[in-house]
């Protein structure tokens, strides 16, 4: 509701607002101040800002105002702050402090150095990315990924779509559309999202024959359920939850003795899936596709940016015979990946041709990896600047916690992790409070992304790499919004 000034008749329907003294649009144009917002951002979209913030100016009432706030430098001050605004991407960089590394929501997997490199080199100009170079002729853009798959995964052929979802969906579309997928109850999961197991299957055009028992199946099971008009048996790694006490499950060898008299594929969805056992470097063990390949699976499907440490990626390794006619499925066209994609995937592969530096280079792994005496000196080192941006807010100390691989991967093991504790002062109200804690921390440049947990914001310190640059912007944790 508009206040009118004494005087002026309240009944006329549109009454003009009050005049304010605000400067032309065209002065503020020429005005000095607006000539490094030109060159910023364009004359266009200034014009349009100053538009804007006139129009806001008219619209507050007078009293609300002060003299200041319709200086030509104020106006243009503020369409400057609407227009960086408006540039500011909309996917941008965060702080993943929430303790669980394969973030999927954050992203998953931070790519190695050297993947990033290649990525940079494809983006900015043509490459043989379907281009023989020794004939001249066609190439396959699964040349430049398949030899290193099958030399790290010992299977006879691979290729690589969209992500892991899409394999699934492309490989029993191929092998079973039209005919029976059987699958143990215990492993009818969902991953997230949208991805149930049971979904993707129809999805694919094939009929779904469950087998066992939640907790328990048998050999038995799935000898009683193959027939003529079996397309595939899947097996499923319960990559996000397990199933304790009394059970039984078929491992892939018995699996795929059951599998070869009848001539029925056996596909083995590791999910996350490691090309190197992570015991190997002290973190928890997770199956990996040379195990399920050995065992005789006829094809395997896993994540590239899962604990594989690499871009977003669905791998499909196997049978040569099971591959080529995964090719020749015309949604292997819809489903398969870019350049960006191989290129990063290529690298990240690369890697794993040094063992004794992967752990080093795989971001992902270094995380999991940081001594927790690394994490309790950077928590001392950060808590006392923390604790003085935020004095008379909220508490800081130095804390254990359990930090996660997530993803999916290696479900109920935790890794023992330190935290900044961030509790706000005071009893009344903490759960709001609380919430605007957080709140300050993601309106940061680089917003910082914890957890709350136990009645307080938890930064998990296992992930931050970039301390210097956390602790550069700490300074603006006073300013921003979310002050109680
Ligand atoms: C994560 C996961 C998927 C889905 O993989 P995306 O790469 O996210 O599409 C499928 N199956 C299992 C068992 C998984 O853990």
Redesign the pocket.
């Known amino acids: 509701m508009s206040i009118l000034p004494p005087g002026d008749d309240a009944t006329t329907p549109a009454a003009p607002p009050p005049r304010r003294h605000l400067p032309a649009l065209d002065r503020l144009l020429r005005d000095p101040a607006a000539a490094a917002l030109i060159e910023r951002y364009g004359r266009p979209a200034l014009a349009t800002a100053l538009r804007a913030e006139l129009d806001r100016l008219r619209a507050t009432p007078a009293t609300a105002l002060r003299p200041a706030d319709t200086a030509a430098g104020a106006v243009l001050a503020q369409a400057g702050e609407r227009l960086e605004a408006a540039a500011r991407p909309s996917l941008r960089r965060v702080f993943n402090l929430t303790g669980t590394v394969l973030h999927t929501n954050l992203g998953r997997a931070a790519l190695p150095e050297a993947a990033i490199a290649a990525v940079g080199i494809v983006a900015a100009g043509p490459s043989n990315l379907e281009y023989d170079l020794a004939s001249g002729a066609r190439g396959e853009r699964d040349d430049h990924l398949e030899p290193l798959l099958c030399a790290l995964t010992g299977a006879a052929a691979a290729t690589v779509v969209n992500?892991?979802?899409?394999a699934?969906l492309l490989v029993l579309n191929t092998l079973a559309a039209r005919r029976q997928v059987v699958i143990s109850r215990g492993e009818l999961?969902e991953?997230g999202g949208a991805?149930r197991l049971p979904d993707i299957i129809t999805r694919s055009g094939c009929r779904l024959v469950e087998v066992g028992t939640t907790n328990r199946t048998h050999p038995r099971d799935y000898a009683e359920a193959l027939g003529p008009r079996t397309g595939a048996v899947l097996k499923?790694?319960t990559?996000?939850y397990a199933i304790e006490g009394f059970t039984a499950a078929v491992g892939e060898a018995d699996l795929a003795q059951l599998c070869r008299v009848p001539h029925v594929p056996l596909v083995v969805?590791?999910?996350?899936g490691a090309l190197l056992d992570p015991r190997r470097y002290g973190l928890p063990h997770e199956p990996t596709p040379m195990q399920a390949i050995a065992a005789g699976a006829d094809l395997v499907t896993f994540?590239g940016?899962?604990l594989l440490g690499g871009p977003?990626a669905?791998l499909i390794v196997g049978r040569a015979d099971l591959i080529a006619r995964i090719r020749r499925n015309p949604l292997k066209r819809a489903l398969r990946v870019d350049k960006l994609t191989i290129a990063a995937l290529g690298a990240v592969l690369g890697l794993y041709r040094d063992p004794d530096r992967l752990a080093e280079r795989l971001p992902a792994w270094r995380a999991l990896r940081r001594p927790l005496a690394a994490l309790h000196d950077q928590a001392a080192r950060l808590a006392p600047a923390l604790a003085a941006r935020l004095a008379g807010l909220a508490t800081v100390e130095s804390g254990a916690c359990v930090s996660q691989v997530g993803?999916?991967s290696l479900p109920t093991q935790g890794v023992a992790s330190v935290a900044l504790v961030i509790r706000p002062v005071g009893r009344r109200g903490a759960g709001a409070a609380l919430r605007r804690l957080a709140e300050r921390f993601r309106a940061l440049p680089v917003p910082v992304i914890g957890r709350i947990h136990d009645g307080a914001l938890l930064l998990d310190l296992r992930c931050l790499e970039d301390e210097a640059g956390f602790a550069a912007q700490l300074a603006a944790l006073r300013d921003a919004p979310g002050a109680p």
Do not use: P, R, T
Request: negative net charge; proline residues 0%.
């Open positions: 992500n892991n979802a899409a699934l999961i991953i991805f499923v790694h990559s996000n969805d590791l999910g996350s994540s940016d899962k977003q669905g993803s999916g």
